[in-house]
T-cell receptor, first 112, second 112 residues
Framework: DVKVTQSSRYLVKRTGEKVFLECVQD?????MFWYRQDPGLGLRLIYF???????EKGDIPEGYSVSREKKERFSLILESASTNQTSMYLC???????????FGAGTRLSVL | QKEVEQDPGPLSVPEGAIVSLNCTYS??????FMWYRQYSRKGPELLMY????GNKEDGRFTAQVDKSSKYISLFIRDSQPSDSATYLC????????????FGKGTRLSVIA
């Protein structure tokens, strides 16, 4: 199985701060994803990446950007955090050749 | 019509009961079907993975896919309190890069 590590389990930030959420995989898989998960809304795809320096918008990209400079690392950036971005953020990696996603433990972000 | 529908529950059953969890979907092109289990404050973990129609069994868990009815099920036999979690169905068109489409999850509680 792929090991997916998210840098923080819990984060508290202030409105207007720039926030970086980091995700690292322990292998060489191409596809990486960022989701947010909210009660009653399920998992919603923010951005995904098929390879280094490539990115694709998901269903809810507004207010977010991403960076993938190295294959193993995929960062989610909140340019100016707002209270409605308080959520659980999940990173996932797809095993090459099999469309199965492996998830990190999640980062619970609170924006005050 | 949403692409994937899943009853959010909560579903509460006594220990030892047989649990049936279900999803319906609208896109007949979906070929790969998955069930994820998510414990509170953790990331989803893959439970079952099936291709096309039919049944797949793994211990106490059985996944069923009925493509003609666009309906998938997860059965849990001899349910245990440790099965208490949220169960998410997911599906996709192919084994390549296409993002998964998730149901919103069903919350299950197994009472000792």
């Amino acid at each position: 199985d792929v090991k997916v590590t998210q840098s923080s389990r819990y984060l508290v930030k202030r409105t207007g701060e720039k926030v970086f959420l980091e995700c690292v995989q322990d292998m060489d898989h191409e596809n990486m994803f960022w989701y947010r998960q909210d009660p009653g809304l399920g998992l919603r795809l923010i951005y995904f990446s098929y390879d280094v320096k490539m990115k694709e918008k998901g269903d809810i990209p507004e207010g977010y950007s991403v960076s993938r400079e190295k294959k193993e690392r995929f960062s989610l950036i909140l340019e100016s955090a707002s209270t409605n971005q308080t959520s659980m953020y999940l990173c996932a990696v797809t095993v090459t050749g099999r469309n199965i996603q492996y998830f990190g433990a999640g980062t619970r972000l609170s924006v005050l | 019509q949403k692409e994937v529908e899943q009853d959010p529950g909560p579903l509460s059953v006594p220990e030892g009961a047989i649990v049936s969890l279900n999803c319906t979907y609208s896109n007949s092109a979906f070929q790969y079907f998955m069930w994820y289990r998510q414990y509170s404050r953790k990331g989803p973990e893959l439970l079952m993975y099936t291709y096309s129609s039919g049944n797949k069994e793994d211990g106490r868990f059985t996944a069923q896919v009925d493509k003609s009815s666009k309906y998938i099920s997860l059965f849990i036999r001899d349910s245990q309190p440790s099965d208490s979690a949220t169960y998410l169905c997911a599906m996709t068109l192919n084994s390549g890069n296409t993002p998964l489409v998730f149901g919103k999850g069903t919350r299950l509680s197994v009472i000792a």
